[in-house]
Nanobody, 127 residues
Framework: VQLQASGGGLVQAGGSLSVSCAAS????????MAWFRQAPGKEREFVAA????????FYADAVKGRFTISKHNSKNTLSLQMNSLKPEDTAVYYC?????????????????????WGQGTQVTVSS
């Protein structure tokens, strides 16, 4: 499956932004997916994940209550709605997918467990 992220941009602290990930070349409904982010000089970190059927979502503590991950199987699209943005949310945001579910929550947060990646979209939050 090929993933294409879009929707990043510049926003002031406290503002909102939505990023999207369009998928092609596979059966989108089969893939559990996730968002990761990477700030300059830092490792890629987990942001949020969703089961392939959207039956459950998972969030990093840093974004819980502010971000919402959604999977739209009829549109082959994954989205991340980001509210109450903070300067520390500034990063390149990547969507990722894998072909099977994971029961282990630690694995779900590990970028090495994902096979397919989008190219990333820059989100910058000014103070």
């Amino acid at each position: 499956v090929q993933l294409q992220a879009s929707g990043g941009g510049l926003v002031q602290a406290g503002g909102s932004l939505s990023v999207s990930c369009a998928a092609s070349g596979g059966t989108f409904s089969n893939y559990p997916m996730a968002w990761f982010r990477q700030a300059p000089g830092k490792e890629r970190e987990f942001v949020a994940a969703i089961r392939r059927s959207s039956s459950a979502t998972f969030y990093a503590d840093a974004v819980k209550g502010r971000f919402t991950i959604s999977k739209h199987n009829s549109k082959n699209t994954l989205s991340l709605q980001m509210n109450s943005l903070k300067p520390e949310d500034t990063a390149v945001y990547y969507c990722a997918a894998r072909s099977s579910e994971m029961a282990n929550n630690a694995w779900r947060r590990d970028p090495q467990m994902y096979t397919y990646w989008g190219q990333g979209t820059q989100v910058t939050v000014s103070s």
